[in-house]
């Protein structure tokens, strides 16, 4: 009969990361209008290998998926006007350009923070690009809330520094 070791029984202390102790860094827009981000996502696509009477399986491609932002929309500095500068490096709808991809792919940064505010974590999102954004909702019924905008952005790979 095997023992179970005293450290697997026992409570060890812990401290949680928690969900608003974050700050990220995309180019253009100020940090601190950053209100909110979805989870970075991983999916591993697999196939399927028949073999006389069974299936096997390996990986396939890996998929990013989309992450999407929340962002306060200050009167100053405008959080509309910085996103719009970001989607007019994509398409300028004035004159109908596209950009290159070299011009509206950014690198993105999420730093984790702990408790005293040092970085535990960092997400780096390689190649992100807006593919939607909603520049809100108005409201003569609603006399007590702040216009937020969202901002899906799809990317080509996410590193995890740390």
Partial sequence: ??????????FTAFEP??????????????SYTIKGISAV????EEIVLNHINVYRK??????????TMTLFDPITP?????VMEWVRLHHESVTGRDGYSDFYKKDLTINILGPVGDIISEWVIKGAFIVNSSFGEYSWDNDSAAQSLTVEVAMDYCVLNF
Avoid: C, H
Wanted: hydrophobic share 40%; glycine share 6%.
């Fill in 78 to 82: 405008s959080g509309a006007q910085a």
């Fill in 41 to 44: 996502t991983l999916t591993q």
């Fill in 58 to 67: 390996v990986k396939g491609k890996s998929k990013w998926s989309n992450i």
């Fill in 17 to 30: 990361k928690q969900q608003n102790r974050f700050i990220m860094y995309v180019d253009g827009i100020p």
């Fill in 1 to 10: 009969m095997a023992v179970l070791d005293p450290n697997e029984i026992f």
